[in-house]
Each structure stands twice: as structure tokens, then as C-alpha cells.
């Protein structure tokens, strides 16, 4: 007699038997790899036609290069099959670092996205998942972090609204961290300020003068204060945060 299959199969207690058709199904697998990379490369070439350009300028450039290298040894082949490997990396890292500036391209000028713009920074900083002070009527917004170089304090709005506001914020946190070094990044397009993509890069070079286990006291020292941020209902500052892969072009 062949064996059933149903499902609603019990063990000798009384409990119920895992059948054939009562399996978990399984999760949906995300986007592949490749995928990703055509989204991005599609993205990019919407906001950056010249991208694809030099894609291929830097992978024809390297692949000639490495070529001409095997070819001196006599063993040109080998050069060409490094040079393809070598060329279609080259081309990556273009493509990766056109697709970040064509992701703040996309969300220049939206609410939050000297936010978003903080989302991309590398290990080393404890950013704020949400504005510490904010203009509810002219949804203008201060964001914060706090690294080795102290607290960095970045503006979003016109530079004569959100000087006074993050002056303020400054002088809230100077009173609790008398010995931390604060500092203000206005972002923007304005004269004095710095365009969100270049925000990062700013940050980064700023002296180091806290250790990592201060840098830790420090934050949570700004936890403890809370936030008595009044964002207006609709407004969600970080709407606008960019696909950190896709800007790392992964």
C-alpha cells in the first residue's frame, strides 16, 4: 500500500506531522547582483549621460595599457585578459562614484537631504536618525553627528533662517559638553555653504580630537537630553534618504 502524503498526518502523541504540502514556503529572494548594477547604471545614465563615456574611455584605456605591457614580455595575451579584468574594474569605480553624485542630483533641494547626505558616511561617526532642531513653518532642519572630531552640526535650509536655529542648538549642547568640540556645516548651494555631496568629504577632514570610547560617552551624554522637536505632521525629513548601496554603486 503506498504511503499517504496528506498533510494532516499525526504523530503517536497526537501532534501533527510536518507534511509535503505544509512546507514554509520560501522567502522571495532579493534583486540580484547584477540587477542592482543595471539599476544603477540606468539611474546614472539619466542624470549623468557622460558617465557611460568615460566607462568606456577608462575601460578601452586600461585594457590598451595592460596589453601593450604583455606585449613588451611577449605574452600579449595574457596582458589582455588582465587588462579586460583591470578595465571593467575601472569602469565600476566610475560608475559607482557617478552614481552617488547622480543620487544627490535626485534629491537636491527635497526635505532631509542634508539627512540623507550623513547616511552615507563610512564607520567612525554616530549620526542621528532624525533632525535635533527643526523649523516647523519653513521646514528648515538641523541634523547631527558626533565623531572623533567632535559634534558636527549640518543645516538644512537658506543660510539667513538656519544660522540662528543652529546657533541655538549649539549653544544648548555647548552648556552639557563644555570640552567637545562643536562644529557647523551649512549645506547648500548658497555662498557658505557646501553642497550636500561634499558633505562627507568635509566631515572627514576634520581634526580628530575625541578617542573612540569618547566619542561613545559623547553620544549618549546628546541621548539623554531627548528632543523636543516639533516637525510638522506630513514632513518626513529622511523620505527623501538615497539607496546607500546603489550610491556605492553596489
Known amino acids: 500500500m503506498a504511503k499517504s502524503t496528506d498533510s494532516n498526518v499525526t504523530n503517536g502523541d497526537g501532534s501533527a506531522k510536518r507534511g509535503l504540502f505544509n512546507r514554509k514556503p520560501k522567502a522571495n529572494k532579493g534583486p540580484s547582483r547584477l540587477k542592482q548594477i543595471g539599476e544603477v547604471f540606468q539611474m546614472t545614465r539619466r542624470q549623468d549621460p557622460s558617465a557611460v563615456w568615460l566607462m568606456v574611455l577608462a575601460f578601452l584605456v586600461v585594457v590598451g595599457i595592460s596589453t601593450g605591457v604583455g606585449a613588451l614580455f611577449q605574452n600579449w595575451v595574457t596582458g589582455l585578459i588582465i587588462g579586460i579584468m583591470l578595465g571593467l574594474l575601472a569602469a565600476t569605480f566610475i560608475l ?19 539627512g540623507a547626505a550623513l547616511g552615507t558616511l ?47 542648538e549649539r549653544k544648548r549642547m555647548a552648556r552639557i559638553l563644555p ?60 523620505k527623501a534618504r538615497p539607496d546607500r548601496r546603489a550610491m556605492r554603486g553596489r
Open 96 to 114: 559607482s562614484r557617478r552614481a552617488e553624485r547622480a543620487a544627490f542630483a535626485q534629491i537636491e533641494g527635497q526635505a532631509g537631504a542634508a
Open 122 to 168: 563610512r564607520r567612525g561617526w554616530i549620526v542621528e536618525q532624525q533632525p535635533v532642531a527643526a523649523n516647523p513653518r519653513t521646514q528648515d532642519f538641523v541634523f547631527r553627528a558626533v565623531g572623533r572630531a567632535g559634534v558636527v552640526l549640518v543645516t538644512e535650509g537658506p543660510l539667513s533662517r538656519v544660522r540662528s536655529l543652529a546657533d541655538g
Open 179 to 238: 570640552n567637545v568640540p562643536i562644529h557647523v556645516i551649512h549645506a547648500g548651494r548658497e555662498e557658505g555653504q557646501t553642497p550636500i555631496g561634499k558633505i562627507a568629504g568635509a566631515m572627514r577632514k576634520l581634526k580628530p580630537t575625541l578617542t573612540k570610547v569618547e566619542v561613545n560617552a559623547v553620544s549618549k551624554r546628546l541621548a539623554s537630553l531627548g528632543s523636543k522637536l516639533p516637525i510638522p505632521k506630513g514632513v518626513d525629513p529622511y
